[in-house]
């Protein structure tokens, strides 16, 4: 089995910041690109930002320079530090990887549960 767990959402004013991480636990052989969605209420889930395992990223053009994934390998988790938040950055945030099970031998994909991101006054 492998989980993945996200933690850091909160509520937060404009312009203030956050950091999410997102652990991924179980049998893990290896981990290539992980991803963090996020999901505004009426609005379909759209991608955020990726990472690939030797750490090249893209992010969408309207947290570009505002967001920054990264990956610690070691400890199968990824992060999305989030800056100069604006209320439209309100949304469930998921982390998405793509994974290699030690059982399986094959990618899969991954979800975790989502943690809430509100940015207001």
């Known amino acids: 089995q492998v989980q993945l767990v996200e933690s850091g959402g909160g509520l937060v004013q404009p312009g203030g910041s956050l950091r999410l991480s997102c652990a991924t636990s179980g049998s893990i052989l290896s981990i290539n690109a992980m991803y963090w969605y996020r999901q505004a209420p009426g609005k379909q889930r759209e991608l955020v930002a990726g990472?690939?395992?030797?750490?090249?990223?893209n992010y969408a053009n309207s947290v570009k320079g505002r967001f920054t994934i990264s990956r610690d390998n070691a400890k199968n988790t990824v992060y999305l530090q989030m800056n100069s938040l604006r209320p439209e950055d309100t949304a469930v945030y998921y982390c998405?990887?793509?994974?290699?099970?030690?059982?399986?031998?094959?990618?899969?994909?991954?979800w975790g549960q989502g943690t809430q991101v509100t940015v207001s006054s």
């Open positions: 998405n990887a793509h994974i290699i099970q030690m059982s399986t031998m094959t990618i899969n994909d991954y």
């Open positions: 990472i690939t395992s030797g750490g090249s990223t």
